[in-house]
């Protein structure tokens, strides 16, 4: 079987390593390295693959020695997120009919606080000034 690069193939893992897998592909043997076997933090290859196991890859690379290189991970599409995300996590809510007299006191009155909140954590370090 010629393999080129992009093809999407069934294979069966023949060897692991602490490095990735080996994949026989037919006649052909290409390796999935640890990087390339999930979308997860791979630690052990050992926790994902098993040897004997049956694997949906995409060929990577051909190199000029016949060397293969295999991505399980861009084989099969990653898991969509089903919880949308909330966007508006960050704003605030406000009354809208606020003047903005009624605004800029609102700001500084937070500054303040924020300003002696920093203040107060600097003291804490050490009177003030930045240690080295």
Known sequence: MSLKVNDVVEGVVTGIT??????QIGEDSGLVHISEISNDYVEKVEDFLEKGQKVKVKVVNVDKDG???LSIKKANPPKEN???MDINWMKKEEP??????DKMAKFLKESNEKIESVRQRNNSRGNGKWRK
């Open 82 to 84: 089903k919880k949308p």
């Open 18 to 23: 602490k490095f990735g897998a080996f994949v």
């Open 67 to 69: 060397k293969i290189g």
């Open 96 to 101: 809208k009919d606020l003047s903005f007299e």
